[in-house]
Nanobody, 120 residues
Framework: QVQLVESGGGLVQAGGSLRLSCAASGRIVSVNSMGWYRQAPGKQRELVAVVISGGDTNYADSVKGRFTISRDNAKNTMSLQMSSLKPEDTAVYYC??????????????WGQGTQVTVSS
């Protein structure tokens, strides 16, 4: 059984910073991509940032220059440093990872979500 556990959400004023963390646990052979998605009320879930095992990253245009994604391959953890936060960043943020277990094909896993609220 694989679990993704997020932490670090909360309430912050516009212009402030928050750091989200995600830890993958279980019988993991390898973790390919890890990423953060978010879903605001009434909107579809959208990609925020992703990092693959080799370290390449990709960001949504709306967060480029403000958010930084990083991962520790040895610990199967990932972080999202969010700076210069805006009210439109308010959403539930979800950790996602493509994980391979023994004798199984790689599969997408999701965390439970963590609320980020940015006040104006």
């Amino acid at each position: 059984q694989v679990q993704l556990v997020e932490s670090g959400g909360g309430l912050v004023q516009a212009g402030g910073s928050l750091r989200l963390s995600c830890a993958a646990s279980g019988r993991i052979v390898s973790v390919n991509s890890m990423g953060w998605y978010r879903q605001a009320p009434g909107k579809q879930r959208e990609l925020v940032a992703v990092v693959i095992s080799g370290g390449d990253t990709n960001y949504a245009d709306s967060v480029k220059g403000r958010f930084t994604i990083s991962r520790d391959n040895a610990k199967n953890t990932m972080s999202l440093q969010m700076s210069s936060l805006k009210p439109e960043d308010t959403a539930v943020y979800y950790c996602n990872a493509l994980i391979k277990q023994v004798f199984k094909s790689p599969k997408d896993y999701w965390g439970q979500g963590t609320q980020v609220t940015v006040s104006s």
